[in-house]
């Protein structure tokens, strides 16, 4: 049973430009939520899609986006990159209608120069 | 808004010397309480999720308890492969995020 997957692994981009990382959920689970996780801090709730929809924001700005398709994979954008996003980006899945636990994937490491 | 804090912010034992990490929350209305485990530069693996005061789980060394304010994750007789940060987070009723503490890097020392 594969686990949620994230690519790329490492992400080396420069101020202002635009990003996109891609997330493939555990099988089974229909949810979508991604966190930014800063060096030595816990992981921050950027948002969370279900059914094509984004149904909870955290406290980011509209720099970040985000897609999920109809096979429930999803996309975090990030446009005009600030040295400061430079972060560990997670993907986490989870039943809508299950015990609502979310499983992590591996992470995107984004660097920016 | 939720809070987590976790505290201590780092703990080094001998292997085999057991020990107890504290994780405090304030939420309105706790729908679960997560335990992650996290190695460096990898993403959260999950451990146990708890939902009412009094309920307890176990793996293997660990076990996580909760109470109304706070949730303990015990660890007994550790062995060095149990090194990594351990992150705990709340999950409100009504509210689909995750909020995390800071986590807990725990070493054991062979």
């Known amino acids: 049973d594969a686990g949620v997957t994230q690519s790329p692994t490492h992400l080396i981009k420069t101020r202002g430009q635009q990003v996109t990382l891609r997330c493939s959920p555990k099988s089974g689970h229909d949810t979508v939520s991604w966190y930014q996780q800063a060096l030595g801090q816990g992981p921050q709730f950027i948002f969370q899609?279900?059914?094509?929809?984004?149904?909870q924001r955290g406290n980011f700005p509209d720099r970040f986006s985000g897609h999920q398709f109809p096979n429930y994979s999803s996309e975090l954008n990030v446009n005009a990159l600030l040295l400061g996003d430079s972060a560990l980006y997670l993907c986490a899945s989870s039943v809508s209608s299950g015990t609502d636990t979310q499983y992590f994937g591996p992470g995107t490491r984004l660097t920016v120069l | 808004e939720d809070q987590v804090t976790q505290s201590p912010e780092a703990l080094r034992l001998q292997e085999g010397e057991s020990s107890s990490l504290n994780c405090s929350y304030t939420v309105s209305g706790l729908r679960g309480l997560f335990w992650y485990r996290q190695d460096p530069g990898k993403g959260p693996e999950f451990l146990f999720t708890l939902y009412s005061a009094g309920e307890e789980k176990e793996k293997e060394r660990l076990k996580a308890t909760l109470t109304k304010k706070e949730s303990f994750l015990h660890i007994t007789a550790p062995k060095p492969e149990d090194s990594a940060t351990y992150l705990c987070a709340v999950q409100a009723w009504g509210n689909e995020k995750l909020t995390f503490g800071t986590g807990t890097r725990l070493t054991i020392i062979p």
């Open positions: 899609y279900y059914e094509e929809e984004e149904r």
